[in-house]
DNA sequence: TTGTATGCGTTATCAT
DNA sequence: ATGATAACGCATACAA
């Protein structure tokens, strides 16, 4: 069934089938009416690769997601999905791990299904290494590229982003003022990122006129940053001699580790150690004592980063680079 | 750039350029290093929409997903998305809520969009009004449709799921094997899946000779169900003067409520109350005492999905129905 | 308002 | 082994 058959049936041409499906101005009701008729009587729908041939495009766009498992990332999966397909855009998923090649070959994958744009979710696509970005210049060369919680400075590249710095040193001057002297700072990623972090961290010690222990900066490789292995690490980390009264962590899931840890110790939280995680995740209300955690502001910016892309692909000048300031939610894990 | 740029500056015509690239062995060795060369060169991609009109396919899966936040859900597109991936397709994602018109325009939209394929995640797809499945008939008569964990008797629907309905009924006879006599029921879904698993409680009672207090079946909406709500639902069944042992959930997330009203009210977990979810979701690890909980085998359903999907495209006879065996694994909240 | 004809970039059939 | 040409199903510029 194709729009031949429909424009047979109604005895009329295919351009005036393809008026009617296209809300053409140009039709007479009457004729309008009569391949309505048609269409409806023999459920005709368009065939989209056709359509998509002519007019270059099928309003897809490609996420790329480094885990759609993630609680972080699979939420923003779903207000992306959710904000793009009200838009008229469908969303084509890819879960890219975190090698390059991979992130390199998902983009190239995108690129090849003619998608309209592309969104790369989580900071982890920026690399330090700055011919390790190169295949997002070149992605961008063909479509826009937006990032999720990252910045780019790069022609048709457009970043969306929580002030992640401003966010962990307000949240570590809040430990530092409520009398924490030796922040235990777990983090996952060493990228531009991760680098923020620790420097919001940094800066509020500087602040405070308290000086850092480098020995308080743990480092967990992704993989092995499971909530088992956060907790027999500090579990080892306090045999060893270090004190800390404080936990500030890069992820909400490695701060359900501490907690696991702090349950393993015997440290009353938050009376004998305070934590705070960051993302403000789904995990926060299932922790007990709940966890105090950073917004980073993900609805938002979700719906900027759908806002933005339907600009750019209208042709309109948009921003590029947005930044929205995180904002402490306490809950139990803080005095 | 397109097929004939390549075609011209190779010197050779179109179906030349177009046996090279699809590997044809009717090429002299000879041609095909001079056609690669020039694509190599050029950088040049052949364009998907056109392959798809030729070919009626651009080798895509629909996924329609409830809630792509949910860990159990979030974990699948993981594992279908890479499976897929795998086989050469690329997966579209719909993240539709609950209700039936929803459902029923994500199926419009995959069909419209031609996809090879659609997967319906979650039973909630499968209504009890026979009517009210009729869309899924219909999608089933241009598409192979594929139910994570769910059954439906039509032609060309395929069903891969782990038996709830045995998987409770052995958590129920472990719970009341361990001396347990009121296992508080928590559950979040009435459908097909639903009834299912609370068959398997009631079974697991009458094997025993243990009589079932209806006052234990305790239904929570969906959007209603937080983990607050549930535990401040339990505090009232309490103080009403309800007695229970014991805290069986259709889902981890219900336990980590259960597991809160525990703590609120002062009953040690497993010594007095013991809990046991459904999913053996990440959630488990991160509760504390950590959850004891059924794991509904979602790796081997997934990769199940995809071999049941490419041999139905490829035009083998499969299975309609696969039932994986789910297992009880015990953590800390059980004896 | 409606119809005709052409282009979109492939794949595939049929010659050569 | 290679080339010419016809689908594939739609949108649209142009003609009527």
Redesign the pocket.
Known sequence: M???DISRRA??????V??V??NS????E??RKKVMAVIEGTGYV??AF??G???NTMKTIGLLCPDASDPYLSQALTYLERAFRQQGYDCLLSCTDKALLARQQGVELLKSRHVDGIVLMGSSFIEDDPSENDYIRDAARSVPVILLNAAFPCDNVYGVQCDDQRAVNEATLSLLDSGCRRILYLYHSRNYSGRKKLTGYRDAHAQRGVEVDEKLLCFFDQDKGSVHQVRDTLLQLEKDGLCFDAVLTSEDILSVGALKYARAAGRRVPEDLSVIGYNNSSLCACTEPELTSVDNKLFAICEHIVTTMMGVLDGKEMPQKTVFTGELVKRETTK
């Open positions: 194709n729009i031949y005895g009329v041409s295919i351009a005036t393809s008026r499906l296209n101005p140009h039709v007479s009457n004729t368009p065939n056709a359509r041939l002519g007019l």
